[in-house]
């Protein structure tokens, strides 16, 4: 039976149990007491302590959802607890969410596809806290196009010889751990396998990237060149790797969904805030209908994505791969977060401008925050077509 959708805010939601409500109430403590007092200085300074990652270890955050045998946690965890963090996230700021946990779209590569002896030496030092893990799909050349990559993995004996780059990668400079997309045969899905690459391998550089958002997480481009990397690195099977990129995909979608909501949320209750407080000619400016419409719109767009977002994640935990919903729930996500963050500027004008983290602030952040959101992780174009693709649309 499905149950009834979008009663997120309700008594007692049906898609969350005791367990959520206790990591919420985690995560939210994490996010208070170690990421949100700081973020403006590490958005000004373009990065935050690598401490952070062995804090977020300690309090489980890295290892949710892998094997214990790992050091991962699995017992009693569903996908509503990775939903739930990327809601409380949101309190904290994107550009530290998407560094921090960068792993969470490397990783489950790995763990879904290495081996024994893959898993038990990548995972164990990324869950800790002590190694950071990324991913490497994305090439100068374009990123919508994944299938084409062109980073070429030539082997010879014991090793691959790497040559290539990737573009816009997520904790690109500090990573130890790069799960990287390569080319080890023909063009397409077919000819593409997946490498870990170590940060120390002789013909690996970095170099990193300025950007309009997500100040403070590190991005960069990565260059190799006859990198030598040995085979044992090679997870899963030679010109195997599209089905575990394609698939690490969908899970990322959702956590972006999830995200994008409660950015969405927090720009409806900034600019709630904002307009019960502020007067202009002698009276609240939420006492204007055009701003209270403006205030509905955005909870309109805000409520559907959340129900959305719980019934995909829902189906997805039933076993089920709704491709095209989630293709299009991303779409919807990112619109409703450019929906919330336009009219919360507009709500709160020129307050709205300014930079800061607490108040208004959050807003002018979020705002930057919008275009990563609707291109990385598959841009509305490219979800669009994945979407009627999967519904047959042609002729
Ligand atoms: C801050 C940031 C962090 C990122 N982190 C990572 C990471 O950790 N790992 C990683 O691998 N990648 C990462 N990415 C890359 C991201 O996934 C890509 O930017 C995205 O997939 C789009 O690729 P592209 O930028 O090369 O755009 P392109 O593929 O060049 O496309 C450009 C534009 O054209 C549109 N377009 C392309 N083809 C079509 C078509 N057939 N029809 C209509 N429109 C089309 C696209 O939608 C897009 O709007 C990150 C990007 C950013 C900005």
């Known amino acids: 039976m499905i149950p009834k959708v979008g009663i997120s805010e309700g008594k007692e939601p049906l898609f969350y149990n005791e367990s959520h409500h206790a990591w919420r109430e985690e995560v939210r403590k994490f996010v208070s007491k170690e990421i949100a007092p700081f973020v403006e200085e ?15 270890a300690d309090v489980g955050l890295m290892g949710m959802g892998y094997d214990e045998k790992y050091g991962g946690t699995t017992e009693g965890i569903d996908i509503f607890h990775g939903i739930v963090t990327a809601e409380e ?4 700021c994107g550009g530290v969410s998407a560094s921090l946990l960068s792993h969470n779209i490397a990783i489950p590569l790995i763990q879904s596809l290495g081996t024994e002896e893959q898993k038990e030496k990548f995972i164990p030092p990324v869950v800790r806290g002590e190694k950071i893990a990324a991913l490497a799909m994305t090439e100068p050349s374009g990123g919508s196009d994944v299938a084409s990559l062109k980073t070429k993995a030539l082997r010879k004996g014991d090793h691959f010889i790497v040559n290539g780059s990737k573009m816009f990668i997520t904790s690109g400079m500090r990573a130890d751990t790069y799960v990287v997309g390569v080319r080890t045969g023909g063009e397409g899905a077919t000819g593409i396998s997946v490498l870990v690459i170590e940060k120390d391998t002789p013909g690996f550089t970095q170099s990193p990237l300025k950007k309009m958002g997500w100040l403070s997480s590190d991005t960069a481009v990565l260059y190799f060149d006859n990198c030598k990397v040995p085979v044992e690195n090679l997870i899963g099977g030679e010109n195997s790797g599209w089905i575990g990129v394609m698939s690490n995909f ?11 909501n409660a950015y969405s949320q927090i720009c409806i209750d900034e600019a709630v805030a904002w307009a019960k407080e502020r007067k202009t000619f002698g009276k609240p400016l939420i006492d204007n209908q055009v701003i209270k419409h403006k205030l509905v719109d955005m909870n ?10 719980e019934l995909l994640s829902w189906r997805v935990m039933n076993g089920e791969s709704p491709i095209a919903d989630l293709a299009m729930l991303k779409v919807h996500a990112s619109k409703a977060m450019e929906l919330c963050a336009r009219e919360a500027m507009q709500i709160l004008g020129g307050a709205g401008y300014l930079r800061a983290n607490s108040g208004p602030g959050k807003v002018e952040r979020i705002y930057r925050e919008v275009r990563v959101n609707a291109i990385g992780g598959g841009s509305e174009e490219i979800m669009y077509d994945l979407a009627a693709r999967q519904l047959g649309y042609r002729s």
């Open 300 to 309: 309109r767009a805000v409520k559907t994505s959340r129900a959305w977002t």
């Open 42 to 56: 590490w958005e000004e300074a373009g990065e935050f302590p690598r401490e952070l990652y062995k804090k977020a």
């Open 250 to 260: 969908s899970q990322e979608r959702l956590g972006m969904a999830a995200g994008m």
């Open 89 to 92: 996230f949101a309190h904290g």
